[in-house]
Structure formats: structure tokens, C-alpha cells
């Protein structure tokens, strides 16, 4: 599945641990998503929503001693799942 191959992989890079599922069962319930537009409007088979690597404890502003901690992860991430998806049938 593209999802753990892309938590996989970012938590190889600082151990930083993931969970992919829905954003209804894993972040919270929100109608009209940008991940619901993508789906209704573009009619795209993949959209996903990622969220940073704060436990609850900052919300939307990570402190800066993170941001490139979490930008070194979350390119592993992108391109662990950019190459599952090119190799799904």
C-alpha cells in the first residue's frame, strides 16, 4: 500500500512515527476537504492529506527547531509514494 510505504519510509529518517488511514478516522471529521474537491472535481484516483510532525502539542505552528526535521522526513515520504503509486498497476 502506498500509504506505509511512505510512513515507512519517513520514519526511517528520524524515527518520527506516522498513521495513515482516512483524514475522517485518523485527524477529524471535515466535509468538503480539499481531499473530497480533488476527488469530485479532477476526478483523480490518488489524494492525500498530510499533516505535520506535531503530537497535538502546536497545532499549525511548528516551532522552527522542527521545520526542517519535518521537511526531510515528509520528502522521503512524497517519494516513497510517488514510486509506489508509478508502480501500481
Wanted: proline letters at 2%; one cysteine or more.
Amino acid at each position: 500500500m502506498a500509504t506505509t510505504r511512505a510512513c515507512d519510509a519517513l520514519s526511517i529518517v528520524h524515527g518520527t512515527t506516522y498513521t495513515h488511514g482516512s483524514i475522517a478516522n485518523i485527524i477529524y471529521e471535515a466535509s468538503s476537504s480539499s481531499a473530497d474537491w480533488v476527488y469530485g472535481e479532477l476526478g483523480t484516483v490518488y489524494s492525500y492529506g498530510v499533516e505535520l510532525r506535531d503530537e497535538r502539542q502546536y497545532g499549525f505552528l511548528l516551532p522552527a527547531d522542527q521545520i526542517i526535521l519535518s521537511d526531510e522526513e515528509t520528502l522521503q515520504a512524497v517519494k516513497a509514494l510517488a514510486k509506489s503509486i508509478s508502480e501500481s498497476p
